[in-house]
């Protein structure tokens, strides 16, 4: 099974400010038709998960557009430009190029 | 509104049986793969099985094979998760979730509002 590894695990931010969540895999997510197969959700608190980023960059339906998601490969981060109250929850990358579909351990955004 | 229902859960004994469901609304149901995706408590995500559009591709993580069925009901706009020999470690929050429709990716675009299944004697 292709193992997904989030970090930071916890990441207090001051409001306005920006954050980034680093999603590396054990195996490559590029797939042969050039996407990655890299997904980030967001689980806000109480909530079922919610689609954010889907094939490593591209911004669901609604998404803000201070959500960005970026790399390629292994390696992928997850980059909120300015910070807003309703962002706190758990994050979580996903892999679906290969199956069993797994996710990252999430990663707990709280405000300071 | 494009929604997914879940239902069914509540507490069982380890060996019973439960059967969940998931009902879906405001989106052609019959062109979408569908996903059962559960949390246990305080817990990260887990994939538990997928369907294809027909019914006729179903695909369980190892740890439930042979103990769960995913079926669907086209006509009726639902999906199922039929769960037996159940175990304390299968106590979770259960997700239906739809599979985005671009063919062979796996996003998952709506999800349920989940419902829990205990299994405790």
């Known amino acids: 099974d292709i193992v997904m590894t989030q970090s930071p695990l916890s990441l207090p931010v001051t409001p306005g400010e920006p954050a980034s969540i680093s999603c590396r895999s054990s195996?490559?997510?590029?797939?042969?038709?050039?996407?990655?197969?890299l997904d980030w959700y967001l689980q806000k608190p109480g909530q079922s998960p919610q689609l954010l980023i889907y094939?490593?960059?591209n911004r669901a339906s609604g998404v803000p557009d201070r959500f960005s998601g970026s790399g390629s490969g292994t390696d992928f981060t997850l980059r909120i430009s300015r910070v807003e109250a309703e962002d706190v929850g758990v994050y979580f990358c996903?892999?679906?190029?290969?199956?069993?579909?797994?996710f990252g351990q999430g990663t707990k955004l709280e405000i300071k | 509104e494009v929604q997914l229902v879940e239902s069914g859960g509540g507490l069982v004994q380890p060996g019973g049986s439960l059967g969940l469901s998931c009902a879906a609304s405001?989106?052609?149901?019959?062109?979408?793969?569908m996903t059962w995706v559960r949390q246990a408590p305080g817990k990260g995500l887990e994939w538990v099985a997928d369907?294809?559009?027909?019914?006729?591709?179903?695909y369980y993580v190892d740890s439930v094979k042979g103990r769960f069925t995913v079926s669907r009901d086209n006509a009726k706009n639902s999906l199922y998760l039929q769960m037996n020999s159940l175990r304390v470690e299968d106590t979770a929050i259960y997700y239906c979730?739809?599979?985005?429709?671009?063919?062979?990716?796996?996003?998952?675009?709506?999800w349920g509002q989940g419902t829990m299944v205990t299994v405790s004697s």
């Open positions: 979730a739809r599979r985005k429709v671009i063919s062979g990716v796996r996003t998952l675009d709506v």
């Open positions: 094939l490593g960059s």
């Open positions: 405001g989106f052609t149901f019959r062109i979408h793969w």
């Open positions: 195996q490559s997510l590029l797939h042969s038709n050039g996407f990655n197969y």
């Open positions: 369907i294809n559009e027909d019914g006729s591709e179903k």
């Open positions: 996903m892999q679906g190029i290969q199956s069993p579909l797994t």
